[in-house]
């Protein structure tokens, strides 16, 4: 079993900065890669932010330029800076983490989520 553990939201205003961390622990054994998720009222659930083990990124278009995904493959922990953020990035953030198991089966495991709100 794999648990992560989001932290760092808040209550931001429109301009300012978040940085949130998800720490993973628990039976670890061959990690894909790491992703942050973001989902607003009323929305589908979205991906943010990914990167890999290798440290290969990826970012959705409306956050391009200003948040950035990180992660220390060590510590089992990956971080999303986010800069000049505006009220439309106002989401619950999921960290996930993916893992293979065998050889074409990949686990997917969720945090419990935490709030950004951004006020304008």
């Known amino acids: 079993q794999v648990q992560l553990v989001e932290s760092g939201g808040g209550l931001v205003q429109a301009g300012g900065s978040l940085r949130l961390s998800c720490v993973a622990s628990?039976?670890?054994?061959?990690?894909?890669?790491m992703r942050w998720h973001r989902q607003a009222p009323g929305k589908q659930r979205e991906l943010v932010a990914a990167v890999t083990s290798d440290g290969v990124t990826t970012y959705a278009d409306s956050v391009k330029g200003r948040f950035t995904i990180s992660r220390e493959n060590a510590k089992n922990t990956v971080y999303l800076q986010m800069n000049s953020l505006k009220p439309e990035d106002t989401a619950v953030y999921y960290c996930?983490?993916?893992?293979?198991?065998?050889?074409?089966?990949?686990?997917?495991?969720w945090g419990q989520g935490t709030q950004v709100t951004v006020s304008s």
């Open positions: 628990g039976s670890i054994v061959r990690v894909k890669g």
């Open positions: 996930n983490l993916q893992q293979w198991r065998g050889v074409l089966t990949i686990m997917d495991y």
